[in-house]
């Protein structure tokens, strides 16, 4: 096998020191934005600026699986053509499905906070809220089958095919729940539940800052696990050259 | 042509091994038996007979489950046993027949479970359908499938992890939330007869969509786990 040597570049280091700046930047001006300059509103009071770090976790919670699922793809798909391109896929995959996982966890518990003072309870079983705990758990058992299954090439592929079922069973999911009971407001943007203008600001900030920052834990959960394979596949290396030594 | 015998095949062997032991079916029918009498100990049928109504629906659903998870695992270990996988993986044969084949059986045994449990529980738990009790002749197959074609795929799947035991049901029960949904509520709005009769052609027509959708993909990735390694 042919392995890429590891870069020595400070440029990707750089990088990503710059998007951990501009990230937290961007986070104070959407905590600034949310805090202190948008209104409060009207009915709920200042319990609803939650809404501002409940929303960006909730929509990036949706966004990451499908990172997941395009990445698990493209492992079964270089499975056999590329190792080491599909190691890189693989390594993609079990970033972005903890990236989800903590994402649909924080969404959930914002969520569950803000429901108390606006519903009365911690936990509605409505339409939304069901369809997000299936996706926790979706990619939380995703977690645990790869656990389980060991860190060979096999768990992988078993990982990738757990993978592509989650992301056609959310949608699904989606539909038969929400035919079951719903009770969460409807679609904020485009929606009956619209949202004034005045509050704009603080949704994209914060949007924007949570996009930035989820995007950067990804990369690094993603360049940690890529090392971890080649100290692996190194390793494998030098196990076989001396393997090779000694019937000699 | 050709395909349709390979699965008759499979399908035969498995149910001609069933027969020879019965180990399957007889576990099933105790455990589901236990799981239906547990569930009449921790509520009172009799003394409540609406919610009784309401609730039975979901807990024969439940005792199918937890009783088909229970055999799912024991349908593959089958085939480890004298490395008969091993030589399934160079039969020329499609591998999906041998999965199609393996589920049909196991569709067959959850069904045979079926038919003795729901009497007794029609017994035990003093229900009979205010709804069209006909439309149980299409939901309870279309359900049993529904758990029966994932559970034997990840079955399969979980063949050579650590804790496949326990690995299955942390796979099969979040993918079959969807139809779980179907199937309960259908079961429920035919047995209380309360709803408006349209409601449950609507559970039917999902779980039916579930069915296809997810057969299909396990045909498709059934190959895929054969050859993990």
Known sequence: MQLE????????????????AVALVVLAIGFRQAIFLVPTEATMGNVQRIFYYHLPHAILGMVFPYVNCAASLAFLYWRRRDPWKALGADALAVASAEVTVI????????????????????????????????????????????KFSGG????????????????IDVPISFMAIRWWRTQHPAPVFGGDGSLDASFYPAVWWNIAGWALWGFLVLGLRYSLERRRQRIQEEAALEAIEASLEITQ | MNYLRQVTRHLLKDLQLEWRSRDAINGMLFFSLLVVVVFSIAFDPTGNPTTTRQISGGILWIAL????????NQSWAREVRNSVLDAQRMVPAPPSALFLGKALANLAFVTVVELVIAPLFVIFFNVHALGNGWMLTAIMPLGTWALVVNGTFF?????????????????????????????????????????????PYFWIKLLAAYDIIFTTVCLLLFETILHAE
């Not at chain 1, 570049?9 to 998007?19: C, G, L, Q």
């Not at chain 2, 489950?65 to 799912?72: G, I, K």
């Open chain 2, 155 to 199: 079955a399969a799947l979980g063949l050579r992890a650590k804790n496949r035991e326990l690995l299955l049901p942390l796979l099969l029960f979040p993918i079959s939330v969807p139809a779980i949904l179907s199937m309960v509520n259908a079961t429920t709005d035919v047995l209380t007869g309360d709803v408006d009769p349209i409601q």
């Open chain 2, 65 to 72: 489950l937890f009783a088909s998870v229970t055999t799912l």
């Open chain 1, 5 to 20: 040597t590891p870069s020595r570049s400070v440029v990707p280091r750089v990088a990503a020191a710059a998007w951990f």
């Open chain 1, 152 to 167: 060979n090439d096999e768990g992988h592929t078993l990982a990738a095919v757990i993978s592509v079922f989650a992301a």
């Open chain 1, 103 to 146: 994402f649909v966890t924080i969404g959930l518990l914002t969520g569950s906070l803000w429901a108390k003072p606006a519903w009365g309870i911690w936990w509605a079983w409505d339409a939304r809220t069901t369809t997000y705990l299936i996706l926790w758990m979706l990619y939380v058992s995703y977690l645990i089958a790869r």
